[in-house]
């Protein structure tokens, strides 16, 4: 019993320093964090495997989390409504889509496509930072 209140306890520290590390690149960054959230759940042992991992990524990303961030930007006129309003829909039919097909993808092919994503997307924006 003991054992398992304090893996509890390390759980809910490590989930805690997650979100806040998370919370704070998001504002700053101006993204939600779910590839944060994917990554630091899997390295950091909180979940037991990558589809785990994901839907608790999904889960997290799908209630207004980032509503106070996005507030800043609008208020510094900082949104664009359009393309806002047109992703919004866009993402939830193809991601409720890429959910579905999920199970039919070997875990192996999943976990090469989230390190190739996140590889480009490093390379893009050490390109951008050197750039500017």
Do not use: C, H
């Not at 507030?71 to 900082?78: D, G, T």
């Not at 393309?83 to 999920?102: D, Q």
Request: glycine share 8%; proline share 3%.
């Amino acid at each position: 019993m003991i054992i398992y209140i304090y893996m509890l306890s390390l759980k809910i520290i490590k989930t805690l320093i997650l979100g806040i590390s998370v919370g704070l690149l998001g504002g700053i960054q101006g993204q939600a964090g779910a590839l944060y959230i994917l990554t630091g759940l899997l390295m950091f042992n909180i979940v037991d495997n990558q589809k785990m991992a994901a839907g608790t990524a999904l889960l997290y990303t799908s209630i207004p989390v980032t509503i106070g961030a996005a507030y800043e930007y609008y208020k510094r006129k900082e949104i664009d409504w359009t393309v806002s309003l047109i992703l919004i829909p866009t993402v939830i039919i193809f991601s409720t889509l890429g959910a579905k097909i999920n199970p039919l993808i070997p875990k192996k092919y999943t976990l090469y496509s989230i390190a190739v994503s996140s590889l480009i997307i490093t390379i893009y924006f050490f390109y951008k930072g050197y750039k500017s």
